[in-house]
Nanobody, 124 residues
Framework: QVQLVESGGGLVQAGTNLRLSCEAS????????LGWFRQAPGKEREFVAA????????YYGDSVKGRFTISRDNAKNTVYLQMNNLQPEDTAVYYC?????????????????WGQGTQVTVSS
C-alpha cells in the first residue's frame, strides 16, 4: 500500500503558475504509475495527467495539454504537477493517484490509491 499527501494548492490569479506536489509513503514508489485528477463543484471528476511507473511517457487531458506538466522524482517519492497559465476553469480539488496499472491511465477506476486532495482556486 501507499499513502499520498498533496500540497501546493491555493488561491491564485488567472495567468499565473502553481506547482502541486504529492509525497508518497509506505511502498516502493518507483513501481507505481502516478497521476492527477481534479473535480470542480457540480462537475464530474476529470483526468489531468499521468506518468507510468517507467517514467518514460506522460499523458494529459485535453483541457490541460500544453499548460500542465507532470513529473516524478523517485528519490524523493514525490510526483509534481506544474500548472502554467492557470485559468478560472482550472479551479477544482486536485487529487494525486497511484496504482500498479500499466494501461488506462486516464481512467480513475484504475487507481486504488488517492490522496485527500488539495484545493486550487483561480480568480479572474
Amino acid at each position: 500500500q501507499v499513502q499520498l499527501v498533496e500540497s501546493g494548492g491555493g488561491l491564485v490569479q488567472a495567468g499565473t503558475n502553481l506547482r502541486l506536489s504529492c509525497e508518497a509513503s509506505g511502498d516502493t514508489f518507483s513501481t507505481y504509475s502516478l497521476g492527477w485528477f481534479r473535480q470542480a463543484p457540480g462537475k464530474e471528476r476529470e483526468f489531468v495527467a499521468a506518468t507510468p511507473w517507467s517514467g518514460f511517457s506522460t499523458y494529459y487531458g485535453d483541457s490541460v495539454k500544453g499548460r500542465f506538466t507532470i513529473s516524478r522524482d523517485n528519490a524523493k517519492n514525490t510526483v509534481y504537477l506544474q500548472m502554467n497559465n492557470l485559468q478560472p476553469e482550472d479551479t477544482a480539488v486536485y487529487y494525486c493517484v497511484a496504482d500498479h496499472t500499466t494501461y488506462g491511465f486516464d481512467d480513475a477506476s484504475r487507481y486504488d490509491y488517492w490522496g485527500q486532495g488539495t484545493q486550487v482556486t483561480v480568480s479572474s
